[in-house]
């Protein structure tokens, strides 16, 4: 059974940091493109960002580019997001996304989201 679970949100004033954690289970992780996604009631999803399958390839944002990084660690089945120098408007649940780019057919996955909100 495939299961992707986030953790790391929590409340945190503007300017701070904090760092989201995505554990998979049930994929073999190193075959999927791991992307982050934030949401806030009654607005469109969000791309926040994605990494490759090895972690060498990184992409943001314009919102978040310079301030959040995107790591994974495929041995541990994790991908992070630090989010560095926060802003009310970063304020969301963000989700993490997995997606199979190699073979077929193309597969999708998605955790339960995690909250960040950013307020003093």
């Known amino acids: 059974q495939v299961q992707l679970v986030e953790s790391g949100g929590g409340l945190v004033q503007p300017g701070g940091s904090l760092r989201l954690s995505c554990v998979a289970s049930?994929?073999?992780?190193?075959?999927?493109?791991m992307t982050w996604y934030r949401q806030v009631p009654g607005k469109e999803r969000e791309l926040v960002g994605d990494i490759s399958m090895g972690g060498g390839i990184t992409d943001y944002a314009d919102s978040v580019k310079g301030r959040f990084t995107i790591s994974r660690d495929n041995a541990k089945n994790t991908v992070y997001l630090q989010m560095n120098s926060l802003k009310a408007e970063d304020t969301a649940m963000y989700y993490c996304?997995?997606?199979?780019?190699?073979?077929?057919?193309?597969?999708?996955?998605w955790g339960q989201g995690t909250q960040v909100t950013v307020s003093s």
């Open positions: 049930g994929l073999s992780f190193s075959m999927y493109k």
């Open positions: 996304n997995a997606v199979r780019v190699l073979g077929a057919p193309r597969v999708e996955y």
